[in-house]
Structures are given as C-alpha cells and as structure tokens.
C-alpha cells in the first residue's frame, strides 16, 4: 500500500510539474502563481474533507500548537511557492528536480545530529553519489543569482514544511490542515484582486486548476507518508525524477531533453537518495 502511494505522488507530482513550466512559460507572475495556487486548491481540499467526514478520518482541535504551526506553515507556503516560479523559469523540471534532492541530504544529515539517524558506510556512499550526480547536472544557469536564491529557498522551505507537516497532522487532518492554509493566504491576499483582472487572465487560471488536480492529489498523497514519517515521504521525490525523466526523453526538442551526462547525473541521485538508510 506504501509503495502505491509512493508511486502515485511521484507521478502525479511529476506531470504537475510539466504543468507549472508550461505555465511559466505562459507568463505567469511569481504573485499569480502563488496567489492562484492557494485558491484553486480550495474546492480540491474542500472535496477531501467531505470524503473525510463521510469515512470518519476527519480530525480538528482548536489548539494553540497546530495553531502556531499553522503560522509556520503559512510563511513557508508563501516563500516556497513564489520561488517555483522563479526556478522553472530557467530550469526544465529534470533539473529543477535533481537540485531539489539536496534538501533530502539535508534532511538526513539533521536526524544524524540529532541521533534519530546513524552515519553508516552505506550512507557516506548515498551522500557521495547525491553530490556527484548534482555537481554532474550543475551547469552555467546556476551562475545566475536569482536562481540560486530561489533554488536555496525553495529546498529550505520544502524541508521545513515537510516537518511542520508532520506535527500538524497529529491534530488536524490532511484535507482540512491544506483547506485551512489555503484558505488564509488566499484570503490575506485577494485584495489586490478584482473580477476584471480574472478575466484577463482566463487561459493562466484554467491550467492552474488543471495543474492542481494534479498537484493537490501529489500533495495529499505525500501527506498520507509525512503524517506516517517524514523519512518514508523523501522516497515521493527520487522516485518522481525517475518519472520526470522519462518525460523528458520523450521530448523531440534538445533543450527539452536531458544530456547523457545529466541523465547519468540523475541515476547517481536517484541511487544515491534510496540507498540513504
């Protein structure tokens, strides 16, 4: 059953993410994407909390933790979904995959330090491999400044979300935890929205609620795995560049598809992330 949902995040996730680059080359705003992410995810999570309450896994507590995790969990929302902007904008989404993979490293060497994890061979090995693979897709675009900051941002704010998640979940439910957040930030921010302006901006708003579908199911999904453990929801991401990859290769275009180099780049990562113990 873990394995399903493993693979069914990856996957969802992966198109999702052909999606977002297709809308960044529409001419998305970072502001717009963020904004319109936040309200079409609503009648999605909305959806899930009647599945919820009808299956009995509906669960809210008016408590003063979840309640400043929320907080938490607003900020990191709003940073790391202006950055995915700024990321595909000069990545394709292989690359904007394998960079994001460091946050797992991360990840792991912060439950070393706090001795939930142990620094094994094994693990040396997986770190080693990760950075090679990296280092193997790095090139010339990770000169440009605006994209290491994003990228940097990005993997910080994915890795904390991914904690905060995970407590959050011992006292509110999934469905509601992501309408709750949604619904604040789109709240706080709508103001500088007006019907007009939605008009214009028809074609961008209906695929974003395509790329939602795909997204919101990627993210409950990967949800289900955080509220489980935090270390089994990592697995979501190398298997999703697998995915992403042989996209990727489908691709007639050369700039869309990936070189030998960066595919090998990308078995050393995919190796290196499912070998980490």
Request: glycine share 4%.
């Amino acid at each position: 059953m873990l394995i399903i949902l493993i693979i069914s995040a990856a996957l969802f996730g992966a198109i999702g993410q052909y999606i977002d680059k297709h809308l960044v080359n529409m001419g998305i705003s970072r502001k717009d994407y963020f904004y319109y992410m936040c309200l079409s995810m609503l009648p999605f999570a909305g959806i899930m909390i009647a599945i919820e309450v009808a299956t009995n896994q509906f669960k809210f507590s008016f408590e003063i933790i979840p309640i400043l995790l929320l907080v938490v969990a607003m900020f990191l929302r709003y940073n790391k979904q202006k950055t995915i902007v700024g990321c595909l904008t000069h990545l394709n989404p292989y690359e904007d995959s394998a960079y994001l993979t460091l946050g797992l490293l991360i990840a792991f060497i912060i439950d070393v330090l706090l001795g939930i994890q142990s620094l094994r061979i094994i693990s040396v090995i997986s770190i080693i491999l990760t950075i090679v693979g990296v280092f193997l897709i790095a090139n010339a675009k990770l000169k440009i400044k605006s994209l290491r900051l994003d990228i940097l941002i990005r993997i910080a704010t994915s890795l904390l979300m991914g904690y905060v998640t995970h407590y959050i979940l011992n006292y509110w439910s999934n469905a509601m935890f992501l309408f709750v957040l949604n619904l604040l930030l789109t709240l706080i921010f709508s103001k500088d929205y007006k019907v007009n302006y939605y008009k214009r901006q028809r074609s961008i708003i209906k695929w974003v609620f395509i790329q939602q579908a795909f997204g919101f199911t990627s993210l409950y999904l990967s949800n289900i795995l955080m509220s489980k453990s935090v270390t089994l929801s990592n697995y979501v991401r190398p298997t999703s560049i697998i995915i992403v990859l042989l996209i990727a290769l489908m691709f007639k275009d050369k700039e869309k598809r990936p070189t030998i180099r960066q595919v090998f780049g990308i078995i050393l990562i995919v190796t290196g992330i499912f070998l980490i113990k």
